[in-house]
């Protein structure tokens, strides 16, 4: 499998396709089971050695958890969380008599030691966007606020059908890259229909209707929410 192929798998298996999921799973099972059995010193049997499931369950692990900004490759960091589980359940299980931790060799306990630490590092990373997100959500709110929206409002103005919203949204667009518009829009709370009209090539009924899920697009284009955008790419 190539390495763009790799990415694109992993990223939809990251947004919750279970086909991708699985297919990275079956594609690397082979890799899985060479890094279980340079864990374990043995021959690893896909569907009969508890080691096989294990590693498995440790590359679906690393499939979550991996995170691209962290600079290492996923196939590395998916080879040191399977590791890390093996030697976690070698412990569990009391089988350091045919297996010593202190006879692992030196790649194993730095691997070990590396994917803790990434580990660790992307735990708080998440924390840390998961509070950014908040705090972004709320300062639109805020925003919104100063144009009379409130996000339940945005619940009822939203167009219903795909191309309706696309439509909202590319004349959302207009407005955040037009200064006049941009400078109506802030200066007046709200939209200057015959002008907008006229260059969105939409009718001024449909303006009207869409007012607030334009102005509140717009706001996120202008103010540069940069979460926030993630979902106006994706349809623009």
């Given at each position: 499998?190539?390495?763009?192929?790799?990415?694109?798998?992993?990223?939809?298996?990251?947004?919750?396709?279970e086909?991708?999921?699985?297919?990275?799973?079956?594609?690397?099972?082979?890799?899985?089971?060479?890094?279980?059995?340079?864990?374990?010193?043995?021959?690893?049997?896909?569907?009969?050695?508890?080691?096989?499931?294990?590693?498995?369950?440790?590359f679906?692990?690393?499939?979550?958890?991996f995170?691209?900004d962290?600079?290492?490759?996923?196939?590395?960091?998916?080879?040191?969380?399977?590791?890390?589980?093996?030697?976690d359940?070698?412990r569990?299980?009391?089988?350091?008599?045919?297996?010593?931790?202190?006879?692992?060799?030196?790649?194993?306990?730095?691997?070990?030691?590396?994917?803790?630490v990434?580990?660790?590092?992307?735990?708080?990373?998440?924390?840390?966007?998961?509070?950014?997100?908040?705090?972004?959500?709320?300062?639109?709110?805020?925003?919104?606020?100063k144009f009379g929206?409130?996000?339940?409002?945005?619940?009822?103005?939203?167009?219903?059908?795909?191309?309706?919203?696309?439509?909202?949204?590319?004349?959302?667009?207009?407005?955040?890259?037009?200064?006049?518009?941009?400078?109506?829009?802030?200066?007046?709370k709200?939209?200057p229909?015959?002008?907008?009209?006229?260059?969105?090539?939409?009718?001024?009924?449909?303006?009207?209707?869409?007012?607030?899920?334009?102005?509140a697009?717009?706001?996120?284009?202008?103010?540069k929410?940069?979460?926030?955008?993630?979902?106006?790419?994706?349809?623009?």
């Open positions: 499998m190539s390495g763009s192929d790799l990415d694109r798998l992993l990223h939809k298996a990251q947004q919750g396709d086909v991708s999921r699985n297919n990275l799973i079956s594609t690397y099972q082979p890799y899985i089971l060479k890094v279980a059995a340079q864990v374990s010193g043995k021959f690893i049997r896909a569907g009969e050695d508890d080691e096989a499931s294990i590693a498995m369950m440790a679906n692990e690393a499939i979550d958890n995170d691209r962290q600079g290492v490759s996923f196939l590395s960091f998916a080879k040191t969380v399977i590791r890390r589980r093996l030697i359940y070698y569990k299980e009391s089988r350091a008599a045919n297996i010593p931790l202190s006879n692992l060799d030196e790649e194993s306990r730095e691997a070990v030691s590396r994917a803790e990434a580990v660790a590092q992307q735990k708080l990373a998440r924390q840390e966007e998961t509070a950014e997100r908040r705090t972004e959500i709320e300062q639109y709110r805020q925003s919104l606020k929206i409130e996000f339940a409002d945005l619940v009822k103005v939203s167009p219903k059908q795909e191309t309706a919203r696309r439509r909202a949204m590319e004349v959302a667009k207009i407005i955040a890259n037009t200064p006049y518009f941009r400078n109506y829009l802030y200066q007046r709200t939209l229909l015959k002008e907008l009209a006229f260059q969105a090539k939409v009718s001024r009924k449909t303006l009207e209707r869409q007012r607030k899920y334009i102005i697009v717009a706001v996120i284009l202008i103010e929410y940069t979460y926030l955008q993630e979902y106006i790419k994706k349809v623009l």
